[in-house]
């Protein structure tokens, strides 16, 4: 604790005094859309404020504009919260949902839909404060007015954070399994959950 690696102690040191060495960034840079899409909320935000004990009302229909564990977590934070309807929008087939399949099924079981091939086309406010969002599945479009919109853009790790501490992970280090990367350096074994 209170040891910066890569100033305090560097990698090739902490590998040389221990077995295994995690170094954990995150995966806090978007990818897919800039997160205020349409105007719509940061999932990642809403869920912050959620774990801050901030309870954000919710009620009516929310959607969730997204794949990921964020769009999941976001989606059960708002069903638990009071959120009459909640779905989940994704614009790929469900074999390529990102999230965790046990997380989306208990969000299924806990009354969350997720909407696969359906893009949002357009979102607009409404005067009652949510919005008038335009869907398509298709090419066949549907209309349908949300209380709440948020985005869970996709998310990588935060490499750089390693690159300012003087840790190397050149791009040449990772390799794509399956739909995420992964590095391959050696010594390197990531933990992979589906």
Do not use: Y
């Amino acid at each position: 604790m209170g040891v910066a690696v890569g100033t305090d102690i560097s990698l090739d040191q902490l590998r040389r005094e221990h077995d295994a060495v995690l170094v954990a960034t995150g995966a806090g840079v978007a990818l897919d859309a800039p997160e205020d899409a349409f105007g719509a909320e940061s999932a990642m935000a809403f869920l912050r404020a959620v774990r801050q004990a901030s309870r954000p009302a919710m009620h009516g229909a929310v959607l969730v504009v997204g794949g990921g564990n964020e769009a999941i977590e976001a989606a059960r934070a708002a069903r638990r919260l009071g959120a009459e309807s909640v779905t989940v929008i994704w614009e790929k087939t469900r074999d390529a949902l990102p999230a965790f399949r046990d997380a989306v099924s208990a969000a299924e079981a806990e009354g969350v839909r997720v909407a696969c091939e359906t893009r949002v086309r357009s979102a607009r406010p409404t005067d009652g404060g949510g919005f008038t969002v335009v869907l398509d599945r298709n090419g066949e479009t549907s209309e349908v007015i949300a209380s709440r919109l948020l985005s869970a853009p996709g998310r990588r790790a935060d490499v750089e954070i390693l690159e300012d501490r003087g840790l190397r992970c050149p791009p040449a280090a990772w390799r794509r399994i399956g739909m995420r990367w992964r590095p391959t350096c050696p010594g390197c074994s990531p933990q992979v959950r589906r």
